[in-house]
C-alpha cells in the first residue's frame, strides 16, 4: 500500500466515524499489527493518536520507533508471562481476562507506580477457542478486580465472532454495551472498544466509542 493509498483509507475511515458520530465521542484507535514503524508514524503525523498492537513481540519491536504524541494500546491476547515485556510501554489493555492476570499487570506497575488502564475483554460470542469473560460472568469479574491497586478498570472491550450480516455483528455488540451501560452509567470518561474493519460502523450504532480499526486503512494483510 502506497502512503497516498493509506492516507485516503485514514480519511475514508474518519469520515465513516463522523457521520454517525454526531457528538464527536468516537475513537479510532488504529490496529496496526504486522505494519512498519514508518507507516504507522506516517499515520501519526497525519493526526492519528491510538495505537493499538496486538502482539507483545511487536510493541517490543516497534516501541522505540514509534512517535510518542499517539498513545500506544495493547489489544490481543497477553500471557501473564509476557506483562513484564509491555507494562511500561502501553498506556492501555483492552484484554483483561483472568484475575491472575490483573494481579501481574498490577504487580509490574507497582513497581513504577503507575496505574494501568484495562479494559475487561467479554466473549460476547461465547467461543470456546477465544479468550474473554463470558458474558454472564462479567459483572462478577469486574467486582472481583475493585481491590487490585495498580489497575483502572475503565470498561469494555469485545472481539466479535466474524459475521455475515450487520444483524448477527448488532447481537453481540448490543449484548456488550447492555453489559457496559450496567457497569459503567456512572463513568463519563468509560471506553467501550468494539468493532474492526468490516464491523466498526455497526459498533457505533451499537455504542461503541472506541473502534479499532487496521485493513481498512492498510489493506489486507498477507
Ligand atoms: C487486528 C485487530 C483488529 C483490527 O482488525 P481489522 O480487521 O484489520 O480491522 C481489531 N482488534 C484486534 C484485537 C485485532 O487484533
Keep these: 500500500?502506497?502512503?497516498?493509498?493509506?492516507?485516503?483509507?485514514?480519511?475514508?475511515?474518519?469520515?465513516?466515524?463522523?457521520?454517525?458520530?454526531?457528538?464527536?465521542?468516537?475513537?479510532?484507535?488504529?490496529?496496526?499489527?504486522?505494519?512498519?514503524?514508518?507507516?504507522?508514524?506516517?499515520?501519526?503525523?497525519?493526526?492519528?493518536?491510538?495505537?493499538?498492537?496486538?502482539?507483545?513481540?511487536?510493541?517490543?519491536?516497534?516501541?522505540?520507533?514509534?512517535?510518542?504524541?499517539?498513545s500506544l494500546h495493547l489489544i490481543g491476547s497477553l500471557q501473564r508471562n509476557k506483562?513484564?515485556?509491555?507494562?511500561?510501554?502501553?498506556?492501555?489493555?483492552?484484554?483483561?481476562?483472568?484475575?491472575?492476570?490483573?494481579?501481574?499487570?498490577?504487580?509490574?506497575?507497582?513497581k513504577i507506580n503507575k496505574v494501568m488502564d484495562v479494559l475487561i475483554e467479554v466473549n460476547s460470542g461465547k467461543e470456546e477457542a477465544k479468550g474473554g469473560i463470558m458474558p454472564e460472568d462479567v459483572e462478577e469479574f469486574y467486582a472481583s478486580l475493585q481491590n487490585i491497586p495498580f489497575i483502572h478498570v475503565r470498561g469494555l472491550m469485545t472481539m466479535a465472532p466474524r459475521c455475515n450480516t450487520k444483524e448477527e455483528y448488532m447481537k453481540y455488540f448490543t449484548l456488550t454495551k447492555k453489559i457496559f451501560d450496567k457497569l459503567f452509567k456512572d463513568e463519563d470518561d468509560a471506553v467501550l472498544s468494539m468493532g474492526m474493519s468490516e464491523s466498526y460502523l455497526y459498533a457505533i450504532e451499537a455504542g461503541a466509542n472506541m473502534v479499532r480499526v487496521g485493513s481498512a486503512i492498510f489493506g489486507e494483510r498477507n
Design 1 to 70: 500500500m502506497t502512503k497516498e493509498q493509506i492516507k485516503l483509507n485514514y480519511e475514508k475511515v474518519l469520515r465513516g466515524i463522523k457521520e454517525l458520530d454526531k457528538e464527536g465521542k468516537v475513537k479510532l484507535l488504529i490496529a496496526t499489527k504486522t505494519q512498519s514503524a514508518e507507516d504507522i508514524n506516517y499515520l501519526i503525523s497525519l493526526g492519528a493518536d491510538l495505537i493499538g498492537e496486538n502482539r507483545v513481540n511487536e510493541v517490543r519491536e516497534k516501541y522505540e520507533l514509534l512517535d510518542r504524541r499517539a
Design 83 to 110: 506483562v513484564k515485556y509491555i507494562y511500561d510501554k502501553v498506556d492501555m489493555i483492552h484484554s483483561v481476562d483472568s484475575l491472575s492476570l490483573a494481579e501481574e499487570i498490577s504487580a509490574k506497575c507497582s
